[in-house]
């Protein structure tokens, strides 16, 4: 409570309105970008600082001010809503200000104290006024000078329609010969190959994508020899910049992939890293491993997942220093040990795993994706160790929007919400028609309780997914939390329309009913039900943690979390339940799980999960550490619980 004070809106002196920081729009000055809700000033250059509430009150109110004169009463009134402090409270706020001016916002802005009248904020660049940044469209991204490349998936001009799969990994291997050689964005194949035909055209992918350049070609395969066309075009003129074509057998592909990663550098000017020797692959070795990349999509199937590995097999066995293949296999192996089936032991898997993805990183250091696989490996609650290989995968795919993607998971899971959003927008930039990406930025905006923006995003995702029943289960689920009932009702309707009303969204459905009329004895029969299923399990899901918190079983709901246990967070060999990887991050999801973490026993939980530990260590805090944002000093209860030196 102490320091927000952000309680109500009305005109104050000098027709300021209070501030209520969760509903002021985001501010830009200069290379600044202020974004009150989160406390956040961000510099384009990537620094960021987050200061207090009452800071960033101040700075607000001197920010729209359009370099008026702020007197110190009309501060008292906008920021501290008339309460009366001493002299030395604003002198130390408005200090605080003038230190961000000296820091992150040297060259942008100042602050002029006006002797015996007040404070002004001056703008040192000659940039248009402070402007809000809401009118943006939510899904556009920021416009940017620095290249951006869209690989098309190019044409397959061999007389076997079959081979389109050849086509589509000869070009996504260029794709990735590309992004991994040079400092160079490049957008996700999940939406720059969706892509063709008469779309192909470079100005309708520069809409679609913001892409500046486009690389596209064909493929025409005859048995063992293939020949690849080639050309980038620049998207604002529609110019060729280069075009060439390449005449190989199959053993030698990766030659002309090279060769042609290193021509689109030279055209764009950017300078390559030391390119990864080319490797001997055979023919039939290079056939399987595209056939497992076309079908890596259907990953819902345990049977496709075994094929998956049984082909990546054959062609690690054909071709050892196969390093694309073994990196591949590692991770379909490291599914396969989270989602089952299991035909050999953990043990022995996981040993597959471990193996698969060494082999990958000793013969081609800069891959990223192994060190994913690896990080699946670990249990949840190991955080310090996934976080490990979070990093090294983050060092060698900066720019890979699946590395990107996970990252966003992790840092969710241990409660840097606004760092998730950071990598998950990352990757969305990168890769827009992504639907697993952009369903994660959906939620990754929800999570910072920007609650507009994300019932927008879920409209916007409807529509360009209309049949994708994760996204109509996510809006339904971003409807209940908001209580926005009516947009609740339209949902569940095109929910039973479409056939997608499961025996899981009935339960959701339930729970809003509840939510929004209580019926104590229904409720009553759910907590029953949590009960017999934590005597059966040892555990409860949580899910029905923050469901049965949120209907107002609050003491119910910690007498079930102090009983259970969450060992299976820590022992990779022990099950989960099927929400973990899902519904772990919730924790700390402003929309959906706010009350309880204004709880002060929601430390209680966080330190059951081991999390306190992992915060102690680090001094990497979550979010909600920051001071103000709970009722009660977070870290120093969670200091206390912690079983680690402090």
């Not at 990080?375 to 890979?400: C, M, T």
Request: proline share 4%; hydrophobic share 45%.
């Amino acid at each position: 409570m102490g320091g927000s004070d952000d309680t109500a809106e009305q005109d104050g002196p000098g027709g300021d309105r209070r501030v209520h920081l969760g509903r002021e729009p985001s501010i830009r000055l200069g290379a600044l970008v202020i974004e009150p809700g989160l406390r956040r000033v961000a510099q384009d250059d990537g620094r960021e600082e987050v200061v207090e509430p009452r800071v960033m009150q101040v700075l607000v109110v001197l920010a729209r001010s359009a370099g008026a004169i702020i007197t110190r009463d009309d501060l008292l009134a906008s920021c501290w809503h008339g309460v009366v402090v001493g002299e030395d409270a604003i002198t130390r706020v408005v200090g605080r200000v003038r230190r961000l001016a000296d820091g992150i916002g040297e060259g942008q802005f100042k602050l002029e104290t006006i002797t015996k009248v007040g404070y002004r904020l001056v703008q040192t660049r000659s940039e248009p006024d402070v402007q809000s940044l809401d009118a943006a469209p939510a899904l556009e991204s920021a416009t940017t000078t620095e290249p951006l490349l869209a690989v098309l998936a190019f044409e397959n001009l061999s007389r076997d329609e079959d081979m389109a799969y050849f086509c589509d990994g000869v070009s996504e291997e260029i794709l990735q010969t590309v992004a991994r050689g040079a400092a160079l964005r490049v957008v996700g194949r999940g939406s720059s190959f969706q892509f063709r035909g008469a779309d192909k055209a470079a100005a309708h992918v520069a809409s679609v994508l913001k892409a500046t350049h486009v690389l596209d070609g064909s493929v025409r395969r005859s048995g063992d020899r293939v020949r690849i066309a080639a050309h980038l075009i620049e998207c604002a003129g529609e110019t060729t910049l280069w075009s060439d074509r390449f005449d190989r057998d199959l053993t030698d592909i990766f030659a002309a992939q090279d060769e042609i990663a290193a021509a689109v550098a030279t055209a764009l000017r950017i300078a390559f890293a030391p390119a990864a020797k080319s490797q001997p692959v055979t023919a039939e070795a290079y056939d399987l491993y595209l056939r497992a990349l076309a079908e890596m999509g259907n990953l819902r199937s345990p049977a496709t997942n075994v094929a998956i590995i049984e082909r990546l097999e054959q062609a690690t066995a054909l071709s050892p220093r196969f390093a694309r293949a073994w990196s591949c296999l590692a991770t379909m192996r490291a599914r396969i040990l989270k989602l089952g089936p299991h035909r050999e032991s953990f043990v022995l898997i996981r040993a597959k795993v471990v193996e698969a993805a060494e082999t990958a990183i000793r013969l081609e250091p800069g891959l990223g994706e192994p060190y994913q696989a690896l990080s699946q490996l670990e249990p949840i609650g190991h955080y310090l160790v996934r976080e490990g290989f979070q990093k090294h995968a983050l060092s060698h795919g900066p720019n890979d929007p699946r590395v990107l993607y996970f990252a966003s998971i992790f840092a969710a899971e241990v409660g840097r919400t606004h760092e998730a959003l950071g990598y998950v927008r990352q990757a969305h930039d990168l890769d827009p028609m992504n639907l697993q990406i952009a369903t994660r930025h959906a939620i990754a905006v929800s999570a910072e309780g920007r609650h507009d923006e994300s019932s927008a995003l879920w409209d916007k995702l409807r529509v360009l997914w209309p049949n994708s029943e994760d996204i109509l289960w996510y809006a339904i689920n971003s409807a209940i939390f908001r209580a926005d009932w009516s947009r609740f009702e339209t949902h569940v309707k095109d929910a039973r329309d479409r056939g997608f009303y499961t025996e899981q969204l009935e339960l959701m459905v339930w729970f809003a009913r509840n939510l929004r009329d209580p019926d104590p004895i229904a409720i009553k029969a759910a907590l029953d039900r949590a009960r017999v299923d934590l005597a059966c399990t040892g555990t409860v899901t949580f899910d029905w943690l923050i469901g049965t918190y949120r209907l107002g079983q609050a003491d119910e709901t910690f007498d079930l979390i102090e009983q259970a246990s969450f060992n299976y967070i820590f022992d990779p060999e022990l099950p989960s339940p099927l929400d973990t990887t899902t519904a772990f991050a919730a924790i700390f999801n402003v929309t959906f799980n706010n009350e309880m973490m204004r709880d002060p026993r929601f430390p209680r939980l966080c330190a059951k999960l081991g999390l306190c530990d992992y915060w102690v260590k680090t001094d990497r805090w979550p979010d909600c550490a920051a001071p103000g944002v709970l009722p009660y000093d977070f870290k120093a209860e969670a200091r206390r619980l912690a079983r680690v030196d402090t």
